[in-house]
């Protein structure tokens, strides 16, 4: 079973940095591209960074370019998203996912919020 299980959201303030990370399981990690997505009270859920599979390229939605960055461990079957410089409009419940054989999984979630 495919599991995507996030960690390490939580208050900080404007200006800071936080890195959230996924831990994955049930399928072979190393051969797929994983993303970020966030979601915000009453908006739809917004893409937010991908990776290759290799890690080799990654793509960034135009308003966290610069700023953040997702990498991945293969070892761990982990895929991370460093987070700096946050804004106060990037608080948002932070997801990871992956396109499984069976169709898109997410995990649940993990909170960030940026106020001071």
């Known amino acids: 079973q495919v599991q995507l299980v996030e960690s390490g959201g939580g208050l900080v303030q404007p200006g800071g940095s936080l890195r959230l990370s996924c831990a994955a399981s049930g399928f072979p990690f190393s051969r797929y591209s994983m993303s970020w997505y966030r979601q915000t009270t009453g908006k739809e859920r917004e893409w937010v960074a991908a990776?290759?599979?290799?890690?080799?390229?990654?793509n960034y939605v135009d308003s966290v370019k610069g700023r953040f960055a997702i990498s991945r461990d293969n070892a761990k079957n982990t895929v991370y998203l460093q987070m700096n410089s946050l804004k106060p409009e990037d608080t948002a419940v932070y997801y990871c996912?992956?396109?499984?054989?069976?169709?898109?999984?997410w995990g649940q979630g993990t909170l960030v919020t940026v106020s001071s």
């Open positions: 996912t992956v396109i499984w054989a069976t169709g898109r999984v």
């Open positions: 990776d290759s599979a290799t890690g080799g390229t990654a």
